[in-house]
Nanobody
Framework: QLQLVESGGGSVQPGGSLRLSCAAS????????VLWFRQAPGEAREGIAV????????EYADSVKGRFTVARDNAKHTVYLHMNSLKPEDTGVYYC??????????????????WGQGTPVTVSA
C-alpha cells in the first residue's frame, strides 16, 4: 500500500513562493504517475499539476500554468510542486495523489487511487 505525505505548506504574501513535497513510503514511487490537486474552503477539488512516472510528461491547469512547476526525484521517492508568484486565490489545502502506471489520468483527482493527507497553503497580505 503506497502512503503519501505532503509537506512544505505555510503562509506567504502575494507574489511569494513555496515548494511542496510529496514523499512516498518505501520504494516504488517510480511506477506511479502523481497528481497535485487543491481544495479551497467551500470549493470543489481542483487538479493543478500532474507528472508521469518517470517525469517525461507534465500537464498543468490554466490557473497555475507558468507559475507552478511539478518535478520528481524517484531516487528520493519524492515529487515536488514549485509554486511562484502566488496569489490569494491559490489559498487552500494541497494534496498529492498517485496512480499506478506510466500514463497520467489527466487532472481528475478521483482517477488517482492513493492520496496524502494534505498540507495547507495561505496566501495573504
Amino acid at each position: 500500500q503506497l502512503q503519501l505525505v505532503e509537506s512544505g505548506g505555510g503562509s506567504v504574501q502575494p507574489g511569494g513562493s513555496l515548494r511542496l513535497s510529496c514523499a512516498a513510503s518505501g520504494s516504488g514511487l517510480e511506477y506511479y504517475a502523481v497528481l497535485w490537486f487543491r481544495q479551497a474552503p467551500g470549493e470543489a477539488r481542483e487538479g493543478i499539476a500532474v507528472i508521469s512516472n518517470r517525469g517525461e510528461d507534465t500537464e498543468y491547469a490554466d490557473s497555475v500554468k507558468g507559475r507552478f512547476t511539478v518535478a520528481r526525484d524517484n531516487a528520493k521517492h519524492t515529487v515536488y510542486l514549485h509554486m511562484n508568484s502566488l496569489k490569494p486565490e491559490d489559498t487552500g489545502v494541497y494534496y498529492c495523489a498517485a496512480r499506478l502506471g506510466r500514463d497520467t489520468a489527466g487532472l481528475v483527482p478521483e482517477e488517482y487511487h492513493f492520496w496524502g493527507q494534505g498540507t495547507p497553503v495561505t496566501v495573504s497580505a
